[in-house]
């Protein structure tokens, strides 16, 4: 996770969300992060990035494996993990506006999805929800006169 904490930074930098990706399949680790804004791509998520670099490496679409990626997946990264039948997926800090992995919403858990993956919620938890909270403070214009720290 610590990783995916370095690639969200990168993320950040380079004026997309911070979110880093890491799947590890067969041995070997697929890397990405937000790049929604340099691609003028919506579906250009660190998850979907990340799966499709393992996809075109490994030559197939069934990655398994395990996917940390440092916020909860959204509903569209959510089906594309299942699709992928990703075995594992472990998170940072949970979406409370769009996440699909047990915060708003658990596609994961659906019966309607027919891949179960393991998800585990929280990890590095502190740090991933201080990385977002940094870079939307960055974003959001200061009040006239009003005190920004808090």
């Known amino acids: 996770m610590t990783r995916a904490i370095a690639l969200a930074d990168a993320a950040a930098a380079a004026g997309d969300v911070p979110v880093g990706a890491i799947l ?3 041995g070997r680790a697929f890397e990405a ?3 929604k804004e340099a691609r003028r791509d919506p ?3 660190a998850e ?3 799966l499709r670099a393992a996809a075109e490496a490994l030559g197939r679409w069934r990655l398994g494996g395990t996917l ?3 916020k909860e997946p959204c509903p569209m990264c959510a089906g594309a993990i299942a699709a992928a039948r990703v075995e594992r997926l472990v998170y940072g800090c949970s979406d409370p506006k769009g996440g699909a992995a047990g915060s708003v919403i658990d596609v994961l858990a659906s019966r309607a999805v027919n891949h179960r993956v393991e998800v585990v919620a929280g990890t590095l938890e502190d740090a991933t929800a201080a990385q977002l909270r940094t ?6 214009p200061a009040a006239d006169g009003a005190d920004a720290g808090g």
């Open 43 to 45: 579906t250009a998520h």
């Open 33 to 35: 992060h937000n790049e």
């Open 48 to 50: 979907i990035l990340a």
């Open 68 to 70: 940390y990626v440092t």
């Open 24 to 26: 590890v399949a067969d």
């Open 135 to 140: 870079f939307f403070a960055g974003r959001r």
